[in-house]
């Protein structure tokens, strides 16, 4: 079993950047491939970036590569997310998630929600234009 606990949420200006955490409770996290999706107002949940167990490989949506990082620290239970240059169609509840996946074996398309076994209680994204 794994709980995850999302932070560093906030209201920013466009073009500024956050940086999201999520602590992972239980002495597997190493074990899972973490990351984030989210979901605005009205719309459907979207995946957003993926990070493998060892932190080597990276899947990233195309609305968000080039601005946003994922990382993660198996030290700290603790995977991240910084966004830079952000947008307000950035804004939205942004989840983390686990996953017994193996990210090289998928495109940034096929990355659904269905295949992450844990889920955050997400942390709100604002950002004013």
């Known amino acids: 079993q794994v709980q995850l606990v999302e932070s560093g949420g906030g209201l920013v200006q466009a073009g500024g950047s956050l940086r999201l955490s999520c602590a992972a409770s239980g002495r597997t996290f190493s074990r899972y491939a973490m990351g984030w999706f989210r979901q605005a107002p009205g719309k459907e949940r979207e995946f957003v970036a993926t990070i493998n167990w060892s932190g080597g490989i990276t899947r990233y949506a195309d609305s968000v590569k080039g601005r946003f990082t994922i990382s993660r620290d198996n030290a700290k239970n603790t995977m991240y997310l910084q966004m830079n240059s952000l947008k307000p169609e950035d804004a939205a509840v942004y989840y983390c998630?686990?996953?017994?996946?193996?990210?090289?074996?998928?495109?940034?398309?096929?990355?659904?929600?269905?295949?992450?076994?844990?889920w955050g209680q997400g942390t709100q994204v604002t950002v004013s234009s």
């Open positions: 998630v686990a996953g017994r996946i193996d990210p090289r074996y998928y495109s940034e398309t096929d990355l659904l929600p269905g295949l992450y076994d844990y």
